[in-house]
């Protein structure tokens, strides 16, 4: 597979022009260093330039493994990172981290870790609703002192645009004012529960990035690829389950900016492959149709991880 075009097309996040199909890193350490290494230089050469990460993931060694796969980065390439979560030690891998202090010391982690002097995008990762943790006590922090936060941290070069993730269409409205470039939200053939969100972003030019886009293999998340009306059209079209439903996605909203993660090159491929399928009206219309049901809300951890 070599990339006559970037996968999915050209979408943009703020003025940076992106793949709409990137990677999402947080399972690139579940391995070797020299298979995330191949992994990277595989999607690369796909034509891949947006990978979302954290210093969160696996207590930075996602971010180590892909400076060491990737520098010195392309001109071309957009690293976002993500904010608001900590690494811990013991049996629950994450705290939440919201405060400002908080918030600002995650950055300076992304810069170590990544080797840079300024992340293109931070996404500022919410914990009013769920799914995933849901802040208590401290960690209850009022959204314009971290929104005040972050702002400083771009007007001294450490980011260069802000995101925000894990939201509900108020807190858009009220996060609007900073200069928002991206939304990240659980969202999917099954759970569009978020439309009104995803509407507003098409409005303001936001960029739309789903994470849970195929559903969870945890416990009561809905399935995109077990969806029969899904695994019609797969077979109508000689593609995957998956692949249709990262097709839908990219179909549904031209916002829409995918970064569907694997630890496997050939999942790679497949899922890049997605922004190649041609959905008819017809298929479109019956997708369109297929319920639409809501995620779990519930505090596990590994909820809070945004699974691609």
């Known amino acids: 597979m070599t990339p006559t075009q970037p996968p999915g097309g050209v979408g943009h996040i703020g003025e940076r022009p992106v793949a709409r199909i990137g990677y999402g890193a947080m399972s690139l350490a ?30 930075g060694e996602v971010n180590r493994r892909i400076r060491q796969a990737l520098a010195p980065y392309p001109d071309d390439l957009v690293l976002v990172s993500k904010v608001g979560a900590r690494s811990v030690t013991g049996n629950t891998p994450l705290a939440l981290a ?23 995008v931070v996404n500022l990762r919410r914990a009013d609703i769920g799914p995933g943790l849901v802040a208590e006590g401290d960690q209850v922090v009022d959204l314009d002192d971290q929104l005040a936060e972050m702002i400083a941290l771009r007007d001294e070069g450490k980011i260069g645009a802000i995101g925000i993730s894990n939201i509900d269409l108020p807190t858009l409205r009220q996060a609007l004012p900073a200069g928002i470039v991206c939304v990240q939200n659980a969202y999917s053939l099954l759970d569009r529960k978020r439309e009104d969100l995803l509407e507003l972003c098409v ?94 809300h519930g505090d596990g951890v590994e ?4 699974k691609g």
């Open 30 to 59: 579940t391995g070797s260093t020299d298979d995330s290494s191949a992994l990277l230089h595989r999607a690369a050469e796909l034509g891949v330039n947006h990978i979302d990460t954290a210093s969160f993931y696996a207590d």
């Open 98 to 120: 919201q405060k400002p202090a908080e918030l600002r010391g995650a950055i300076d982690l992304d810069l170590a870790g990544l080797g840079l002097d300024s992340i293109p």
């Open 203 to 296: 409005e303001q030019d936001i960029a739309w990035v789903p994470y849970f886009p195929l559903g969870s293999a945890f416990p009561g998340f809905p399935k995109v690829a077990e969806n029969p009306v899904v695994q019609r059209i797969a077979a109508e079209i000689d593609a995957t389950s998956a692949q249709v439903g990262l097709a839908w996605l990219l179909s549904h909203a031209p916002n829409t900016l995918l970064i569907a993660g694997t630890a496997s090159i050939t999942h790679l491929q497949e899922n890049l492959r997605a922004g190649e399928l041609r959905l008819s009206a017809d298929q479109l219309a019956d997708l369109d149709a297929v319920p639409s049901g809501d995620l779990p």
């Open 303 to 306: 909820a809070f991880l945004d």
